[in-house]
């Protein structure tokens, strides 16, 4: 990304071949932000699988050649659009980790032990049926995308890479839900939870979703295992 | 399907033309399985969205019209490939239930009752083990194929009844696993099971597999949490 705020102090003498310089960059980063967005757009509606400079040049309504003079290589466009979609996703797992933190603290006493783990358990089932329930219409575009780079049999190594990562950070989030409940067992925890919520979401967007309820009742009767040990 | 089986009897005098008529139909099978066998693979190399008349035509080395003139319409012809799917799948489901039977003769006293929880839990452990680490080289075809129906967002009506359908069957599979711990939750717990498996599979075919160690963990300490309620 070329960032404009290193050329907010120049002198004034320089300003209007400045000017012209972040009008150009401000033109580029516009162009490059079509190209992704295009790309995520052809992902969502046709797959990984479908992707060309040719149509992914057509669906941004840019020339041919621009793809390439952007971002290179094609491995490179990927990537670029990959990182656009994190980008994305940030306020969804921001929110989702506020609102564990919130239940938290309705659930702990006054040393910050969870004393409340029914309520917690229920609360974190309230939790995930309210995110099934609305998140999954306005979150569609983005399991569907999400779940094309998961499932992606032959992603460039550097990108495969970078979606270990990202699933590595998903078992982060999913570890924080648990370790109130976890004493020994928080990678395997984690792991469970995020491997039930993300099957949950992809089912939700796919060809055999489960109900909202179903759905809730598997993540709460989870947590409830999880506490037993 | 086209049964021959009904035409062994048939008197000599009318030998001749029946067995033109069988080789006609035997002719009519060939073609049908090579196209739904290029339909399948081309689902697995490159996804259902990219499926047209003309490319699994092109794939099955076929003429162009003979794809309507078996199936006349793509989705009729698309349901038949997800049957062939089943039909294939046949074996490895047999397999993992003739497994879990023989691993219940085992661990149960003379009345049938399970008194070998542990040793059952760690069978399943040693079971799916064993299941990640071989038979998903085998089946990574298979499993590509699978996570594009289930995670299909527009498939016809009637094929994704089915895969609902299929779904509903390998939930009773993973209840079958199940019921020797689960004693009031069995729907809520196959469902559970049913989740971590195949996003265990689905991952070991995509961009981001579990190790296997912790594709175990993770279905042993899902049981052991069953059975503590």
Known sequence: ????????????????????????????????RKILNATLNLIADEGLSSLSHRNIAKAAGVQL???????????????SAFHLFLENLQPVLAELGENQKTLMRECVNRDGVLVEKEAYITGIGDLFEAYFDSALESRRRQLTIE???????????VLAREVQQYTA?????AEQFCAPL??????????LLLAVVQY??????????????????????????FLRS
Chains 1, 2 share one sequence.
């Not at 071949?17 to 162009?31: D, F, G, L, M, Y």
């Open 182 to 191: 976890s004493n020994h067992h928080l990678k395997t925890d984690g792991a």
């Open 147 to 157: 779940s094309q780079f998961m499932f992606a049999q032959f992603l460039p190594d």
């Open 169 to 173: 950070t998903l078992k982060k989030v």
């Open 1 to 32: 990304m070329v960032s404009s705020s290193g050329t907010q102090h120049k002198t004034s003498a320089s300003g209007g071949r400045q000017s012209t310089v972040n009008k150009k960059a401000e033109k580029r980063e516009i162009a490059k």
């Open 65 to 79: 050649a621009m793809t390439t003079y952007y971002f290179q290589t094609f491995d490179n466009l990927l990537l």
């Open 200 to 225: 949950l979401e992809f089912s939700a967007v796919g060809s055999a979703p489960s109900d909202r309820r179903e759905g809730r009742e598997m993540v709460e009767r989870l947590l409830r295992g």
